[in-house]
């Protein structure tokens, strides 16, 4: 079974501060995706990292591959109160078409 | 463009009884998958369909059957609803290349079970 587990569960933060989200795995992927989901709506992607070690930035969202592609962060600075939401790491285990989705970080951001 | 088609959004159901949902794409994506979500929760991978013709468990597949009736189409079916099975259900269809994968999702089914 590969899992990806994220921490943490939730978070609540005043406006402005800076944060990180982890996504650990035991097992290898070939790529991984970051989800935003609001209530009420299905999960939209953000981004996806592809190589082992790799950074992608989406304004003031900064996306870190892990060297061996079994983990991967988000980090968000000077969170806003629109960056309120449950993120959501999700990836296909190589070699398998089992798309999976992490356990979640349900960010809150109090202005 | 619709995208990823689900139906019911809401729907209450009685120990016991049947249903099912149902999902349609408009995006020609081989694959397609049934998810459900429990409050403040992950997604959970119930089935999957990786291209017509064929289905697999995913992680949580006890209590429903799944049907791909064609490319377009990705049906989930509870046979005897339990109360265990309240949860947001969400179908979604994938892109899928060598270096990317994306999930396009429905608006999600509000399944209870009384």
């Known amino acids: 079974t590969q899992l990806l587990e994220q921490s943490p569960q939730f978070l609540s933060i005043q406006e402005g501060e800076n944060l990180t989200v982890y996504c650990n795995s035991s097992?290898?992927?070939?790529?991984l995706q970051w989800y935003r989901q609001e209530p009420g709506e299905g999960p939209v992607l953000l981004v996806t990292?592809?190589?082992?070690?790799e950074v992608k930035k989406l304004k003031r969202l900064t996306f870190q591959f892990g060297d061996a592609r079994k983990d991967s962060s988000l980090h968000i600075t000077a969170a806003q109160p629109g960056d309120t939401g449950l993120y959501l790491c999700?990836?296909?285990?190589?070699?398998?078409?089992?798309?999976?989705f992490g356990t979640g970080t349900r960010l809150k951001v109090l202005a | 463009n619709a995208g990823v088609t689900q139906t019911p959004k809401f729907q209450v159901l009685k120990t016991g009884q049947s249903m099912t949902l149902q999902c349609a794409q408009d995006?020609?994506?081989?694959?397609m998958y049934w998810y459900r979500q429990d409050p403040g929760m992950g997604l959970r991978l119930i089935y999957y369909?990786?291209?017509?013709?064929?289905?697999d468990k995913g992680e949580v597949p006890n209590g429903y059957n799944v049907s791909r009736l064609n490319k377009r189409e990705f049906s989930l079916r509870l046979e005897s609803a339990a109360p265990s099975q309240t949860s947001v259900y969400f179908c979604?269809?994938?892109?899928?290349?060598?270096?990317?994968?994306?999930?396009?999702f429905g608006q999600g089914t509000r399944l209870t079970v009384v």
């Open positions: 097992s290898v992927f070939s790529s």
């Open positions: 995006m020609n994506h081989n694959s």
């Open positions: 999700a990836g296909v285990a190589s070699g398998t078409y089992k798309y999976i």
């Open positions: 990292v592809v190589t082992g070690g």
């Open positions: 979604a269809s994938c892109s899928r290349s060598v270096v990317n994968t994306e999930a396009f």
């Open positions: 369909s990786a291209s017509e013709g064929t289905t």
